[in-house]
């Protein structure tokens, strides 16, 4: 007797039209998971947009779209978008098919929380995508008391999550390593897959964009720039460099501290930085093109919390990295292996305007960091390289489920 198809369900609060980085990581993976044969619903958010259908069908992925509000930068109503989205996820579940693979991402927080509790009644095999670990970000980002009876409840809910999932994936061997410790999860248990640059970015090809003044030096920072992100480094080091004519800054995108970052560059009327919002997809790839040197941010407390995307997108594109952060992580790891570019220890304004200078007058260093870059882009992190193994994480899924 064949045997049928297993139906797999992606949850996750954003999926297309949204731009967040897990909706358009996750859209990727969905269409490819359905190019490879596969049976693949979403789970997804309305975030307050009623003009989105319930039910859609699209690029061979089944959308299903409950209601929560909007989201925001307001802390009252980003959970409440959370928690709408929870409640509106736990009445789903009970509509769902019996023996489902079952892959929760982290947005909204301790996403499986109620999915879980159908894991026996349903023989469901539950896979927990872990992009963000939470609670223990709010703790690294001083948003919450380790020691209050909120965050107890939370790490309580967030173990007992991983205890009873199948598999745990994580974006990196430091966040491996925290659940495994922390959680007393099974190191077996636990699969590192890193994220990936967009197709768009992959595949369209890298255009040099001509300059007006072939000395200049322009440098990005594209995407999100939100709590977890410490951007006083990077102003200082602006405002450090704003009397050094040909040194140019673009800060694209959004979120919590890119307005506070805004604010108080207007404030201080820095000539050598433009601001926009964010850029559409179909921009992106020539945005980035155009500058020499690209800047992601992180800090020593964040390490194993989060592993920013956008360094990705960067090294598809074969650009240098300036990366702001102390301590080792996935990406340090990565620029010191494949020489990719530069680190910088947070709060080290007058470190990150030397080197900023010392490239300056010095491009040919670039040339060769984005020699590196693309090589090692190709060896290492390309975009099928970590669907490939989402693919074969899903078949031994289908395999244990059947058995």
């Not at 390289?385 to 078949?395: R, V």
Request: hydrophobic letters at 35%; one cysteine or more; aromatic letters at 10%.
């Amino acid at each position: 007797m064949e045997r049928q198809e297993s139906n797999i369900v992606l949850i996750n609060q954003y999926y297309y039209p949204f731009q967040t980085a897990t909706a358009q990581l996750l859209e990727e993976l969905a269409e490819y998971l359905a190019q490879k044969g596969k049976k693949i619903s979403i789970i997804t958010g309305t975030n307050g947009k009623k003009d989105l259908l319930s039910r859609e069908s699209r690029n061979g992925v089944l959308i299903h779209r409950v209601k929560n509000s909007a989201d925001g930068n307001r802390t009252l109503r980003k959970f409440f978008s959370y928690l709408s989205f929870h409640f509106s996820l736990w009445k789903t579940m009970k509509g769902l098919e019996n023996r489902s693979i079952l892959m929760t991402f982290s947005t909204p927080p301790l996403c499986g929380f109620f999915p879980q509790k159908y894991k026996k009644k349903k023989d469901l095999f539950m896979i927990i995508n872990s992009q963000d670990l939470y609670p223990d970000l709010l703790v690294a980002l001083k948003r919450i008391n380790p020691n209050s009876m909120l965050f107890k409840c939370l790490r309580s809910a967030a173990k007992r999550i991983y205890d009873n999932s199948d598999r745990i994936v994580t974006v990196g061997y430091e966040m491996k390593g925290i659940i495994s410790q922390r959680y007393r999860i099974d190191e077996g248990k636990v699969k590192v897959i890193e994220n990936w640059a967009l197709d768009d970015l992959e595949k369209n090809p890298i255009t040099p964009v001509k300059k007006e003044d072939e000395r200049a030096l322009k440098i990005l920072y594209t995407g999100n720039m939100g709590r977890s992100h410490e951007y006083k480094t990077l102003l200082d080091g602006i405002k450090g460099l704003r009397n050094t004519p040909g040194i140019d800054f673009i800060i694209t995108g959004g979120g919590y501290n890119y307005e506070i970052f805004k604010k108080e560059a207007e404030k201080d009327n820095l000539g050598n930085i433009r601001f926009k919002g964010f850029v559409p997809k179909k921009e992106l790839s020539e945005l980035i093109d155009s500058a020499d040197l690209c800047i992601v941010i992180g800090n020593e407390e964040l390490i194993g919390h989060i592993v920013p995307s956008k360094f990705y997108g960067y090294l598809s594109r074969a650009k240098p990295i300036l990366y702001i952060n102390s301590g080792n992580d996935e990406i340090s790891h990565h620029i010191s292996i494949g020489q990719l570019g530069f680190q910088i220890p947070n709060g080290s304004s007058e470190e990150f305007c030397k080197v900023v200078f010392d490239v300056y007058n010095n491009k040919a260093v670039l040339a060769e960091m984005s020699a590196c870059a693309a090589s090692y882009y190709a060896s290492n992190l390309k975009r099928n390289i970590s669907l490939d193994k989402y693919l074969f994480l899903i078949k031994e899924s289908e395999e244990t489920l059947a058995k």
